[in-house]
Nanobody, 128 residues
Framework: QVQLVESGGGLVQAGGSLSLSCAASGRTFSNYAMGWFRQAPGKEREFVAYISWSGAGTYISESVKGRFTISRDNAKNTVYLQMNSLKPEDTAVYYC?????????????????????WGQGTQVTVSS
């Protein structure tokens, strides 16, 4: 079992930036891919970004492409989500999750079924 703890959320004005972190423990972090998802009130959880075990493979949702970047530091057991040019529609609880393997196909990487452990989430609120 792996434990995931997200941090870095908060309140920011539109156009601002936030950097989310997700610290993992309890399993060999470098063995598995990681993903970020988000869920806004009244909406389904949606894919945001994916990174393979080595960091060589990434997928980014079209809704955040060009504004968000995913990265990881296997020495620190941490995955990051850098969010720039934030918009009010980015407001959501952001979750990190461990992938069901070191590298996932695009189909698995972009759906919740491709992940097996989830953090508690961190709230991101973007004011207009």
């Amino acid at each position: 079992q792996v434990q995931l703890v997200e941090s870095g959320g908060g309140l920011v004005q539109a156009g601002g930036s936030l950097s989310l972190s997700c610290a993992a423990s309890g399993r060999t972090f470098s063995n598995y891919a990681m993903g970020w998802f988000r869920q806004a009130p009244g909406k389904e959880r949606e894919f945001v970004a994916y990174i393979s075990w080595s960091g060589a493979g990434t997928y980014i949702s079209e809704s955040v492409k060009g504004r968000f970047t995913i990265s990881r530091d296997n020495a620190k057991n941490t995955v990051y989500l850098q969010m720039n040019s934030l918009k009010p529609e980015d407001t959501a609880v952001y979750y990190c999750a461990t992938g069901r393997g070191g590298s996932l196909s695009m189909v698995l990487a972009t759906t919740a079924s491709g992940y097996d452990n989830w953090g508690q989430g961190t709230q991101v609120t973007v004011s207009s």
